[in-house]
């Protein structure tokens, strides 16, 4: 039955990608094309012959490609699809020319001529689905503004076929609204700030950051259009949203006799911007608002079939009576099969992991057996920790894509679970019964560990893990940096083994150190990993540089891993301090606090300075891109702002977005710290006791005058990374070594 259900299922989703013309075929390959062009240059593209055939998919219809050539011919690139054709470009790149493409800064160092491929190789991809996004990436990149550049989808070319498009989905709700009667105001007074659209978008929250800018709407709308057109052109396929069934409040000013449940709150946010309201499922008004919205999305932007919908994210529902969650379910699938009969919803099971108390085996099973098998397509999205599909029997026979999500909050800070997302999707093939129809990518945030995405890429086309991560991270050094070098290949190894190799409680997608909370007298300051790998690294990384210094991914990874560095001496720092506290000894708690707030974090914020990515400056100015007024930027640049440090008005969801850039380490964590620091002081030398409570408030006061800044800050490096980085290391090294901080 199970079995069967899941043929059926995957029999339709194959569906999806039928159909394609002679004209799609020339369109795909044109595109891998000026992809190439765009990587390499126009001249070493040319060494390239790139083609596209439906026919080389064979009956599997799995995204399939074809290497040969090169040693002096053409390297011939022939895939079933454009993204089939990219990843098999990336795959010559990676394994025949040592190359890298990556956040930081890509490694395109061509051998001459071009390796021959030895044997035709061909390879199809066991997944029919590598999905890429989490419902909050999109706010929490991009400085929390405007969506993906070209350069991100080129990114995604290596890894991805199937991915969230859902700019500009305001512009189409807010149509909907206004053709049901309610006036501008009330959906200006509904949808939240540019920083915080995911949550409204999942019923979280509304209002917050808001209102939007009318510009805004029209800035997206020619995004949603450029994105789309560039995803298409690879033949990717884009998953546009659907309605899910909230609804602003005003919706009752207009249909008095409207059945809505207000929901409880969510994040700490009080009712003036969560306890969203929710269409209930049954009333007349749900199809029509629900097919209304994606029939206009539809006309603006066309439909690849595949739709996003969560409705109970992170939102416990009205009732768990069964019968109300199958109808609530089947509500908004109706809705999107009243528009485009070919629809599948594509749902994030994150809600299952979320609040497993509330969703129990009759609550699941009412919720994925109220879709269709086969249209229904589930992200099991934190497989690689909490997989979902094990006690569900794979979703009760509903496809879904196995996700490795990686991060919360997209924070700076290195780990990763490498083992367990190396072993996570060939298991999950394996499970009896096993309705997985592809491996995705969930981060909340992207542009960090990079080293765990170039894995997943490798894992959307492999049948089987990797054998040997040791041997693979050492290859993926040379690649990185372009040069085989002893040092930093045993430097990621250490990493590897250490804060790559993340398992149990303190090891939770989440950058928890001192250095970026609230401080307390009870911080945690434990690690999953041995800090003296983390300085080895450090250490051989560094003897790197004479070879490496002009390398960007380098320089990169040698202001991350000094910054790793210094976060573990600011937790032994910080444990100096408390025990000095304590122990009521003034002068150890004076030197380890000026240690700590007045050489270690203006120190980091030096080295944050000297490399692109690490700059508040940049992160603001790609919030105030979309901005066509001064006052709009503003607007654009709190709202990132807020979300980097309090999230919300009063410190709401503190420092869950945190990260380490250069700007933000001076003028929002070392204020706090010294704050910190000082009070403490303070109480040992009066002799009156540390008031966290009053130390919280003052806090506070501290981050609102941070988001509320309109001070400017550099988008371009200053000093030299190498020079700051080895400074610092020949100041703490030693004395880590030596065990005397
Ligand atoms: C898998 O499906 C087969 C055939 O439908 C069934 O007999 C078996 O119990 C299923 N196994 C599991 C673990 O669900
Ligand atoms: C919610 O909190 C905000 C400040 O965070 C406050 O201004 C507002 O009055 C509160 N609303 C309610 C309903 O308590
Ligand atoms: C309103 O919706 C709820 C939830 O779907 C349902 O239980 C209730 O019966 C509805 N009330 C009316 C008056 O239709
Ligand atoms: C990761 O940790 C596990 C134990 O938790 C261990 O078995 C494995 O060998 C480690 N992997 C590496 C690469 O060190
Ligand atoms: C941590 O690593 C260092 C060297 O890398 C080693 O000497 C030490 O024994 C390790 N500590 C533990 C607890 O494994």
Partial sequence: MQAAAAAAALGFLLLLLAGASAGDEAREAEAVRALLARLLGPGPAAAFSVSVQRSLAAESGL????LSGGGGAPVRVLGSTGVAAAAGLHRYLRDFCGCHVAWSG?????????????????????????????????????????????????????????????T????????????????????????????????????????????????WHLKQLYLQHRILDRMRSFGMIPVLPAFAGHVPKAITRVFPQVNVTQMGSWGHFNCSYSCSFLLAPEDPLFPVVGSLFLRELTKEFGTDHVYGADTFNEMQPPSSEPSYLATATAAVYQAMVAVDPDAVWLLQGWLFQHQPQFWGPPQVEAVLRAVPRGRLLVLDLFAESQPVYVRTASFQGQPFIWCMLHNFGGNHGLFGALEAVNRGPAAARLFPNSTMVGTGMAPEGIGQNEVVYALMAELGWRKGPVADLGAWVTSFAARRYGVSHEGTEAAWRLLLRSVYNCSGEACNGHNRSPLVRRPSLQMVTTVWYNRSDVFEAWRLLLTATPT?????????????????????????????????????????????????????????????????????????????????SEAEAHFYEQNSRYQLTLWGPEGNILDYANKQLAGLVADYYTPRWRLFLETLVDSL???IPFQQHQFETHALQLGQTFALSTRRYPSHPQGDTVDLAKKLFLKYYPRWVAGSL
């Avoid at 189409?172 to 006036?183: D, E, K, N, R």
């Avoid at 040698?558 to 304590?582: G, H, I, K, P």
Wanted: charged share 15%; proline share 6%; net charge negative.
């Fill in 548 to 628: 490496l210094a002009t390398s960007p991914s380098f320089r990169y990874d040698l202001v991350d891993l000094t910054r790793q560095a210094v976060q573990e001496l600011v937790s032994l720092y910080y444990e100096e301090v408390r025990t000095a506290y304590l122990n009521k000894e003034l002068v150890p708690l004076l030197r380890a606090a000026g240690i700590l707030a007045y050489e270690l974090l203006p120190s980091l914020d030096n080295i944050l300075a000297s490399d692109s990515h690490f700059l508040l400056g940049s992160w603001l100015a790609q919030a105030r891109a979309a901005a066509v």
């Fill in 106 to 166: 890509s490694q395109l160092h061509l051998p001459q001529p071009l390796p021959a491929v030895p044997d035709e190789l061909t390879e199809a991809t066991p997944n029919r689905y590598r999905y890429y996004q989490n419902g909050c990436t999109h706010s929490y990149s991009f400085g929390g503004g405007t969506g993906p550049a070209g350069t991100e989808i080129d990114w995604m070319t290596e890894r991805i076929n199937l991915a969230l498009a859902w």
């Fill in 63 to 66: 995204d399939t490609y074809r």
């Fill in 168 to 215: 500009a989905r305001k512009l189409v709700s807010s149509q909907v609204y206004l053709a049901l009667g309610l006036t501008q105001l009330e959906i200006d007074e509904y949808f939240a700030g540019p920083a915080f659209l995911a949550w409204e978008r999942m019923g979280n929250l509304h209002t917050w950051g808001g209102p939007l800018p009318h510009s």
């Fill in 685 to 687: 030398v009066r002799g």
